[in-house]
């Protein structure tokens, strides 16, 4: 199958100025028919594939490394493994930051039920400092 520029972009959820800047960055080359660009299934998925490496936050310098090394005749498997085994060390740290940040969203969330349960009148803030202080440690006991 292939598509045009404006098919592929509500495709794959972009705007047609986004592919252009994909393409102006080398990311991808889709083939000509004249003056018109013609996107393969094959650049739909690979665009599929940027969109979810820029999504875990992957850079453009990343991707156009990764993309260059992928065009290579003989890709050197290597290389690209290593862009992608240093990219996901990075999500994953940045994983595990986002999942202490949710278990402090889901302590103060336990607060404020508690409070609108117990209707107890005392200052919020107050309250959520003094349980804090406690989830603190119970994490420095784990």
């Known amino acids: 199958m292939s598509y045009t520029i404006g098919e592929l972009a509500k495709e794959v959820g972009m705007t047609i100025h986004g592919l252009r800047f994909y393409e102006k960055e080398g990311l991808v080359m889709p083939k000509r028919k004249g003056k018109n660009r013609v996107y393969s299934e ?32 003989n890709p050197p498997i290597d290389e690209l ?17 986002y999942q202490k940040n949710l278990a402090l969203l889901d302590k103060k969330i336990e607060v404020y039920q508690e409070e609108i349960n117990d209707n107890k009148g005392e200052d919020l803030f107050d309250n959520f400092v003094a349980h804090y202080d406690n989830y603190q440690k ?3 006991i784990e």
């Open 42 to 73: 094959e650049d739909k998925m690979w665009i599929e594939f940027l969109l979810h490496m820029k999504e875990t936050g992957m850079s453009i310098q990343d991707m156009k490394k990764y993309t260059t090394l992928r065009k290579q005749e």
């Open 81 to 97: 493994m290593a862009i992608l085994l240093s990219h996901r060390e990075k999500v994953q740290k940045q994983l595990e930051i």
């Open 138 to 140: 119970a994490k420095e």
